[in-house]
Structure formats: structure tokens, C-alpha cells
């Protein structure tokens, strides 16, 4: 079974550029996270959607980030404008209805803003 | 002050050696209880739940004590392969991390 797909794994932008992160869920579960991991904050939860809808979003650091969860295989992380304090790993996490509680995580998108 | 507290570490330690991790959470309304493992520039990884009778998978043993509000991991007969970075996580309707605490296995 395939896991959690995220993409870009790798992006390098410049500040004032706008960055899309994608996540493809694993396919049945129907909550989906989205987390930022850096030294010196470490893992920290930004949002979530439970069967594609908003949940907490009081993760979400200001108005330049945004997520969306069109349908229950695919959402976005979106930062308009980016800057550099934006540089992190971001990864997206998928857990079913069944288990709650084991979240399976995607690679991360390793983000650089100069 | 972080609502969950882990050392950071490292802890460096020969093969074959025995290692417990600590961590402590703020929230007494957390309801559930993980250590996740995260290996160097990976994604982080379900390694146990916790549970207040504590439990065992091999050579982990993870132990809760709720009235501490804290939370252990022990590794026995520590691997190569156990070097990784150990997550202390609580769920208080979403998951709360830990900074993690590095734990370095030597030959």
C-alpha cells in the first residue's frame, strides 16, 4: 500500500514568492494533518481536516498560510509570500476512523526560503 | 513552559547497553499516550502506545504514570539501528510532540 505522498520533497524559493505544498492522504483514512518541524520549535501541528473539513487551524502561524482539502485524497498548504523564518520541514500526516490515535506520516517537504 | 518536556540529550551509549528515556506532559486531560521514533532527516514513525500497566514490544518498555503525568521508554540490549531521535507524544484531541531526545547506539 502506498503511504503518504507529499510533493515537493525539496523546494527553494525566494522571500515574497508564493509556495504550494501538496499531500495525497492514505487512501481510506479520513483525517489529515499538516505539521512544521524545525530545531528550533520542533514538530508543531498547523492544521487539520477530519473527513475534508477544517478542524483547528490555530496551528496556522498568520494570515500568509492557508490550507485546503478539496476532497479526501488530495490537499494543499499554501504560504503567500513566503519568507525566509518559513524555512522548515513541513510534513503531512493521515490517521483513519478506526485508529485515531497512529498517524502515518509522509516524507515532508523540506522547504528553503532565501 | 512546553506542555510536553523531554531531555534532549544525546545520549550516547555501546551496544548492548540499557537506556530509559523520560518525559513529562502539563495536560492533565491528555488521553492518550505514544512514543514515536524519528531516524536522521525521515519523517516521524508510531514506535508504541503507552499504557498506565505499562507494555512491552521486545526489547521497549514503554510505562505511564498518570498521577506524575509522566511517561518512560526503556531499550535494552540497545542496537546499532537504535539510533534515532525518540518522540514523547500525548493526544489531547490532537497529538502533542515532544522536542524528541537523540539517543546514539556506538559499536
Known amino acids: 500500500d502506498a503511504g503518504v505522498i507529499q510533493s515537493p520533497r525539496h523546494e527553494v524559493t525566494e522571500m515574497g514568492q508564493e509556495v504550494t505544498l501538496r499531500c495525497k492522504p492514505i487512501?481510506?483514512?479520513?483525517?489529515l494533518f499538516w505539521y512544521r518541524q524545525t530545531m528550533m520549535r520542533g514538530l508543531e501541528l498547523l492544521i487539520y481536516?477530519?473527513?475534508?473539513?477544517?478542524?483547528?487551524d490555530s496551528g496556522m502561524p498568520e494570515d500568509r498560510f492557508s490550507a485546503k482539502m478539496p476532497n479526501a485524497s488530495f490537499s494543499t498548504l499554501k504560504i503567500q509570500p513566503s519568507e525566509p523564518r518559513d524555512s522548515a520541514v513541513y510534513f503531512c500526516?493521515?490517521?483513519?476512523?478506526?485508529?485515531?490515535?497512529?498517524?502515518?506520516f509522509g516524507p515532508g517537504t523540506r522547504l528553503t526560503v532565501l | 513552559r512546553k506542555e510536553v518536556e523531554q531531555d534532549p540529550g544525546p545520549f550516547n551509549v555501546p551496544e548492548g547497553a540499557t537506556v530509559a528515556f523520560n518525559c513529562t506532559y502539563s495536560?492533565?486531560?491528555?488521553?492518550?499516550f505514544f512514543w514515536y521514533r524519528q531516524d536522521c532527516r525521515k519523517e516521524p514513525k508510531l514506535l508504541m502506545s503507552?499504557?498506565?500497566s505499562g507494555n512491552e514490544d521486545g526489547r521497549f518498555t514503554a510505562q505511564l504514570n498518570r498521577a506524575s503525568q509522566y511517561i518512560s521508554l526503556l531499550i535494552r540490549d540497545s542496537k546499532l539501528s537504535d539510533s534515532a531521535t525518540y518522540l514523547c507524544?500525548?493526544?489531547?484531541?490532537?497529538?502533542?510532540f515532544g522536542a524528541g531526545t537523540i539517543l546514539r547506539v556506538k559499536s
Open positions: 500526516a493521515s490517521s483513519s476512523r478506526t485508529d485515531t490515535d497512529t498517524q502515518y
Open positions: 487512501s481510506g483514512h479520513n483525517s
Open positions: 481536516f477530519n473527513n475534508n473539513v477544517p478542524i483547528d
Open positions: 495536560n492533565s486531560a491528555s488521553q492518550s
Open positions: 503507552v499504557y498506565s
Open positions: 507524544v500525548v493526544n489531547r484531541d490532537k497529538l502533542v
